[in-house]
């Protein structure tokens, strides 16, 4: 499947792929999420941490909510609107919230700017609690409407067993 173009993806192949790489970046925003919520932003661990919280939440943000084509599209990327029965039902409007997220991670993980964030000033902080909050019902309104002959059950389990979060920043 490495490399196929998304016009040639069959129903398996969509369930396959949601089963490994959708499920790794659900499980691993999740996980980075809990460790930092359990250990503070402190030390080097919590900012490696922080620091996968922010690529796994920036490959879900640009998932659910892909740039307007054609602006770095490539007939190998994949977006959830491609797990519906009609891709053009998918019309999620993305939050502003969400939206600066996803373009400070562009900024401060992605590549070297002078955009970054220097010092520790307050808006250096993630809302970690908040922004998994924030993506968490999207995730889950994503599987509800996903034709289920294309998405694999264990993306609706994952999405759906972690609601509960506890409030927390850390700061990269």
């Given at each position: 499947m490495s490399g196929k173009i998304i016009k040639d993806f069959n129903n398996?192949?969509?369930?396959?792929?949601?089963n490994e790489h959708i499920f790794y970046e659900i499980d691993k925003l999740l996980k980075a999420r809990d460790f930092i919520l359990l250990n503070g932003s402190s030390g080097l661990l919590n900012m490696f941490a922080i620091e996968s919280f922010v690529i796994h939440l920036r490959n879900l943000i640009f998932f659910l909510y892909p740039?307007?084509?054609p602006k770095n599209h490539k007939n190998t990327d994949i977006y959830a609107k491609y797990f519906l029965s009609d891709p053009e039902e998918w019309k999620e409007v993305i939050s502003e919230s969400l939206k600066k997220a996803?373009?400070?991670?562009?900024k401060e993980v992605e590549?070297?700017?002078?955009?970054?964030?220097?010092?520790?000033?307050p808006e250096k902080i993630w809302p970690v609690a908040e922004l998994t909050e924030e993506i968490l019902p999207i995730l889950k309104s994503f599987c509800d409407r996903a034709d289920r002959g294309k998405l694999d059950m264990v993306?609706?389990?994952?999405?759906h067993d972690h609601w509960k979060?506890?409030?927390g920043k850390?700061?990269?």
């Open positions: 398996e192949d969509f369930r396959t792929y949601s740039p307007p084509p996803r373009a400070r991670a562009n590549h070297l700017t002078t955009q970054r964030i220097a010092g520790a000033p993306i609706s389990k994952i999405s979060v506890t409030p850390a700061t990269l």
